[in-house]
T-cell receptor
Framework: KNEVEQSPQNLTAQEGEFITINCSYS?????LHWLQQHPGGGIVSLFM???GKKKHGRLIATINIQEKHSSLHITASHPRDSAVYIC?????????????FGKGTLLTVNP | DVKVTQSSRYLVKRTGEKVFLECVQD?????MFWYRQDPGLGLRLIYF???????EKGDIPEGYSVSREKKERFSLILESASTNQTSMYLC??????????????FGEGSWLTVV
């Protein structure tokens, strides 16, 4: 079974700061997901990646397959970025049948 | 805009009641999932379905069943609700066509309290 570790568990930042959240996993994967969950429940997919780097607005996700590690970066952070960020890895060939989730990183961005 | 819709946002049920949680997706996805999320435990897979009338147990299927009679709809059933099933339930769907991964889409969640 894949083990997924996220760090840090909690992160407090000031508006405008550059933020990095890390995710490490133990077994080879097909893909890795970065998810965002705001208070109230709903989860939104930010990125799905199997190699390299992806960018969407102020968010950047990278993955190093050899090192079994991924990072989520937020540039110019804003209070609306406050949420729980969850890393999930897919070990089922891309079908998402066997997603293993990290425990999440609670990000608070203060104005 | 892609959408996964869960029919009930907040429910309060009594112990022993039969509970239905409904989920509908409008993306023609093959795969649908039911998770529960509890503090400190993260998301755990209850059941998933890869096609109409097909279902597979996830990590914690005990006390639950599912139904997928139509491709767009996936129902979670608690045959006899118990207090330890108080939780947030999340439905999700994804395509099965990408060999290097498929984006997963989640519903807004259903908060179930069993008293």
């Amino acid at each position: 079974k894949n083990e997924v570790e996220q760090s840090p568990q909690n992160l407090t930042a000031q508006e405008g700061e550059f933020i990095t959240i890390n995710c490490s996993y133990s077994v080879g994967i097909s893909a890795l997901h970065w998810l965002q969950q705001h208070p109230g429940g709903g989860i939104v997919s930010l990125f799905m990646l199997s190699s390299g780097k992806k960018k969407h607005g102020r968010l950047i996700a990278t993955i190093n397959i050899q090192e079994k590690h991924s990072s989520l970066h937020i540039t110019a952070s804003h209070p609306r970025d406050s949420a729980v960020y969850i890393c999930a890895v897919d070990s089922s060939g891309g079908s998402n049948y066997k997603l293993t989730f990290g425990k999440g990183t609670l990000l608070t961005v203060n104005p | 805009d892609v959408k996964v819709t869960q029919s009930s946002r907040y429910l309060v049920k009594r112990t022993g009641e039969k509970v239905f949680l409904e989920c509908v997706q409008d993306m023609d996805h093959e795969n649908m999932f039911w998770y529960r999320q509890d503090p400190g435990l993260g998301l755990r897979l209850i059941y998933f379905s890869y096609d109409v009338k097909m279902k597979e147990k996830g990590d914690i299927p005990e006390g639950y069943s599912v139904s997928r009679e139509k491709k767009e709809r996936f129902s979670l059933i608690l045959e006899s609700a118990s207090t330890n099933q108080t939780s947030m339930y999340l439905c999700a769907s994804s395509s099965d066509r990408g060999h290097s991964g498929n984006t997963i889409y989640f519903g807004e969640g259903s908060w179930l309290t069993v008293v």
